[in-house]
Every structure is written in C-alpha cells, then in structure tokens.
C-alpha cells in the first residue's frame, strides 16, 4: 500500500510539472508580449529558460536535500533523452534540409558543454573551473540567442509592437496562470524528489538510476509534447531548434546551480562517469556534426539516436 501511494505521488508531481510548465510559459510570455519585447526575443530568452523550469528545479532541490545522485542524473538524463528518445522520434518522422549557420553555434555550445561534463567526470565532481566553464558557455548561448532574433527583426521579419491587452480579466487570467503554474513546478518538483528517493530506498534501485530513467524523461514531457506538436505541423526546425536549446540550458545551467545550492561541488558516482556522461556526448555528437557537415537531418541519424539510447537504457538499468 505505502508503496502504490509512492508511486502515485511520484505520477502526480509529473503532472504538476508538465502543466505548471505549461502555464508559466505560456503567462510569461504574454506578460513579456504586452511589455512590448518582440516575440522573437522572448522565444530566445524567457521561453527557453522556462521550458528548462521543471529540470532545473527538480535538480536543485535533489542537491539541496542531499540526493547528489538525482540532481546530476536528473540534469544529464534529460540532455540525453531529449536527444537519443524525443529527437529520434522526430528524426525518423521527419527528416529535414536545414541551413547550417541557423544551427551551427548551438550545436557547438551544445557539444562544448557536453565536453565539459564528461571531463567533470573524470575529476570525479563539478569543481569551480568546470561551473564557471559552463555558466560562460550559458551566457554565450544567451547572446547568440538575442543576436540571431535582433538579425531576423532587422530583416523585417518581426517588430516589436506591444501587444494591446482585452480588459482586467486577461490581465488576471494571465496572473493567475503565472502563479498556479510557478506553484505546481515548485510543488511538483518537491513530490518528485521526495517520492524518487522513498521510491529508490524501498525498491533498491540507486537514485542515479531513477534520476537518469524516470524522473529524465518526465521532466522532458513538455519538449515531447513540443516535438509531436511540431511533427503534426511539420515543423521540424521548431522541433530540433527547441531541444537543442534546451539541452544547452540543461548541461550549463542546472549543474552550476545545483552545486551552488549544496554549498560545495557536486561528487560525480563512477558509474554515472562511466555510462551517463559519455552517453549525453555520443548521441549529442549523433545529432549534430552530421547534421552540420551535411546541412540536413536524416532519418538513419534517428533511428542510430534510438538505438544508441535503448542500449544507455539496457546498460544502465542492467548496472542495477
């Protein structure tokens, strides 16, 4: 019985999160629409670090309450499933042309921060060198993010006209969906690092696993949902655009604060060296350097990325 109620406290901070991101996305990009910041800008700056919300929080009070092994296979597990499971799919649905300086910064600063995770690993934790290694990788991704949208706008692609707000019930609609939302990340982001480590105690499986499996993928459902959506619409640049970003968040801003928050660098287990590390980077690097040498996505490049991550996930719940 205690155990069902573990599980089922595990599913509904799941929801909480997937919906409280839902929310905070969409009222704080409306919020960012009515000050007047073109569309664009937003979709570079606020959405981007909001649709990382429930990964960054679940990782950072896992770091907080002491469950070290969470926080990093949360962070680096989401990275991993975003690209070997959620841009597989979109791979093989939908393989597309691209142009390759729309993607040639981010895939660099994606690799580059995946590079420096493994090397972490190699020093057993996350010192100061490799967070502020990271946080610069962070602000580069934030600058090149804002540099691309003011280059489309000069290009007369968008403006930045304020957008008219209806009446006082938007305006509360909005404010309403901005806290329920920040409320349910928050509090979904408690039930899961609550729930995942009761659930790995009684169970016995290393927090590590449920971190990098469970509580990964879960935290990934909003880049899931985006990327079917995107598919449905055949919109495949909107699908890799937003999980390359969200990867480039994931890997250089999570761990840094994570580690902040505990006080002191984050110890990497030497299974998670061994197995997790290198995996983000092998399937980063399966998506990308073909992609730029070719300046297109292909449908084997899916299907190589879910396989490669069904071995990750055989070889990880077989070290259990």
Same mark, same amino acid.
């Not at 985006?226 to 761990?255: E, H, P, R, W, Y």
């Given at each position: 019985?205690?155990?069902?109620?573990?599980?089922?406290? +595990?599913?509904?901070?799941?929801?909480?999160? #997937?919906?409280?991101?839902?929310?905070?996305?969409?009222?704080? !990009?409306?919020?960012? *629409?009515?000050?007047?910041?073109?569309?664009?800008?937003?979709?570079?700056? &606020?959405? !981007?670090?909001?649709?990382?919300?429930?990964?960054?929080? #679940?990782?950072? /009070?896992?770091?907080?309450?002491?469950?070290?092994?969470?926080?990093?296979?949360?962070?680096?597990? @989401? =990275?991993?499933?975003? &690209?070997?499971?959620?841009?597989?799919? @979109?791979?093989?649905?939908?393989? %597309?042309?691209?142009?390759?300086?729309?993607?040639?910064?981010?895939?660099?600063? /994606?690799?580059?921060?995946?590079?420096?995770?493994?090397?972490?690993?190699?020093?057993?934790?996350?010192?100061?060198?490799?967070?502020? %290694?990271? /946080?610069?990788? +962070?602000?580069?991704?934030?600058? *090149?993010?804002?540099?691309?949208?003011?280059?489309?706008?000069?290009?007369?692609?968008?403006?930045?006209?304020?957008?008219?707000?209806?009446?006082?019930?938007?305006?509360?609609?909005?404010?309403?969906?901005?806290?329920?939302?920040?409320?349910? &990340?928050?509090?979904?982001?408690?039930?899961?690092?609550?729930?995942? @480590?009761?659930?790995?105690?009684?169970?016995?499986?290393?927090?590590?696993?449920?971190?990098?499996?469970?509580?990964?993928?879960?935290?990934?459902?909003?880049?899931?949902?985006?990327? &079917?959506?995107?598919? %449905?619409?055949?919109?495949?640049?909107?699908?890799?655009?937003?999980?390359?970003?969200?990867?480039?968040?994931?890997?250089?801003?999570?761990?840094?604060?994570?580690?902040?928050?505990?006080?002191?660098?984050?110890?990497?287990?030497?299974?998670?060296?061994?197995?997790?590390?290198?995996?983000?980077?092998?399937?980063?690097?399966?998506? =990308?350097?073909?992609?730029?040498?070719? *300046?297109?996505?292909?449908?084997?490049?899916?299907?190589?990325?879910? %396989?490669?991550?069904?071995?990750?996930? +055989?070889?990880?719940?077989?070290?259990?």
């Amino acid at each position: 019985m205690e155990l069902a109620v573990i599980i089922l406290l +595990f599913l509904v901070g799941i929801v909480f999160i #997937v919906k409280g991101g839902d929310y905070f996305v969409d009222a704080a !990009s409306w919020i960012a *629409e009515v000050s007047g910041i073109p569309k664009l800008i937003i979709g570079a700056t &606020i959405v !981007s670090l909001a649709t990382t919300l429930p990964e960054m929080l #679940v990782s950072v /009070m896992a770091a907080a309450k002491g469950s070290v092994d969470m926080a990093i296979g949360n962070a680096v597990g @989401s =990275v991993t499933a975003n &690209i070997g499971l959620i841009m597989g799919i @979109s791979l093989v649905c939908m393989p %597309a042309v691209i142009k390759r300086m729309d993607y040639l910064m981010k895939a660099v600063l /994606m690799l580059a921060a995946a590079a420096l995770i493994v090397a972490s690993g190699f020093m057993g934790r996350t010192g100061t060198v490799i967070s502020v %290694a990271l /946080m610069v990788v +962070f602000v580069l991704f934030l600058g *090149e993010n804002i540099t691309s949208a003011r280059r489309a706008m000069k290009a007369g692609e968008e403006g930045g006209e304020r957008r008219k707000v209806s009446g006082g019930r938007e305006v509360a609609a909005n404010l309403i969906k901005f806290a329920v939302g920040a409320v349910g &990340i928050v509090w979904g982001a408690d039930l899961l690092v609550d729930n995942g @480590s009761a659930l790995a105690a009684m169970v016995g499986i290393p927090e590590r696993v449920i971190g990098v499996t469970i509580i990964a993928v879960g935290t990934s459902l909003p880049e899931l949902i985006t990327t &079917i959506t995107a598919i %449905a619409k055949k919109q495949s640049s909107l699908s890799v655009g937003n999980i390359l970003g969200a990867n480039i968040i994931d890997l250089t801003l999570i761990l840094p604060l994570s580690s902040f928050v505990s006080g002191k660098p984050l110890p990497i287990a030497e299974t998670s060296a061994r197995i997790d590390l290198p995996a983000c980077l092998l399937v980063g690097c399966i998506a =990308v350097i073909p992609a730029m040498a070719a *300046e297109k996505f292909r449908r084997w490049q899916g299907v190589l990325l879910l %396989a490669v991550y069904g071995v990750y996930l +055989f070889l990880t719940l077989g070290a259990v």
